[in-house]
């Protein structure tokens, strides 16, 4: 079975600019999660997604947004690129939604660089 | 707002031993606990997960869940030098996963 597959691998945007990562979660899972990973903040939670609807959403501006197809394939569009928006994106994809048995499987991930 | 604590490390363990890594978890409400282990430049991988209290073994890993104390341990036997990476815990609940921070372990040949 295919793992999560996410493109591009590495990016490199400069500030202002806006940028759209994709994700192709597990074939049969239809439980898309993004999260950003930084040195100082680690993995934080940016939105969970369930049958191309959002079903949770962490702590972040309105730049970030999301959205699924009815492939269950998830996009994560960021806007007006900020310096401090340089991380690593993961794509994490799951059978179910919420509790027990959502165990996460995540992709390779996207390297952003904002200069 | 939720949480999870991690030591952040590093941690080292000599090869051969038992590492201990440990959490917490501030959120009552989590149901269920995941380990994940990360090599530098890769994305964590799954390594466990756990959802009643007690005990949990696959292979060299036990999991170890505790939710009186909100406490969550994972348990390496015979530590191999490519267990050294960093180990993230994670804690479940209906609004998705809260990571921590991860432990940095270190397994010396």
């Known amino acids: 079975k295919a793992g999560v597959t996410q493109t591009p691998r590495y990016l490199i945007k400069t500030r202002g600019q806006q940028v759209t990562l994709s994700c192709s979660p597990i074939s049969g899972h239809r439980s898309v999660s993004w999260y950003q990973q930084t040195p100082g903040q680690g993995l934080q939670f940016l939105f969970e997604y369930f049958s191309e609807t959002q079903r949770n959403k962490g702590n972040f501006p309105g730049r970030f947004s999301g959205r699924q197809f009815s492939n269950s394939r998830s996009e994560m569009n960021v806007s007006t690129l900020e310096l401090g928006d340089s991380a690593l994106y993961l794509c994490?994809?799951?059978?179910?939604?919420?509790?027990?048995?959502?165990?996460?499987?995540f992709g390779p991930g996207t390297r952003l660089t904002v200069l | 707002q939720k949480e999870v604590e991690q030591n952040s490390g590093p941690l080292s363990v000599p090869e051969g031993a038992i590492a201990s890594l440990n959490c917490t978890y501030s959120?009552?409400?989590?149901?269920?606990f995941f380990w994940y282990r990360q090599y530098s430049g890769k994305s964590p991988e799954l390594i466990m997960f756990?959802?009643?209290?007690g005990d949990k073994e696959d292979g060299r890993f036990t999991a170890q869940l505790n939710k009186a104390s909100q406490y969550v341990s994972l348990l390496i036997r015979d530590s191999q030098p490519s267990d050294s990476a960093t180990y993230l815990c994670?804690?479940?609940?209906?609004?998705?996963?809260?990571f921590g921070k991860g432990t940095h372990l270190i397994i010396q040949p």
């Open positions: 959120d009552r409400g989590s149901q269920s």
């Open positions: 994490a994809s799951s059978a179910l939604a919420g509790g027990p048995g959502n165990e996460q499987f």
């Open positions: 756990i959802y009643s209290n």
């Open positions: 994670a804690a479940g609940g209906a609004d998705g996963l809260t």
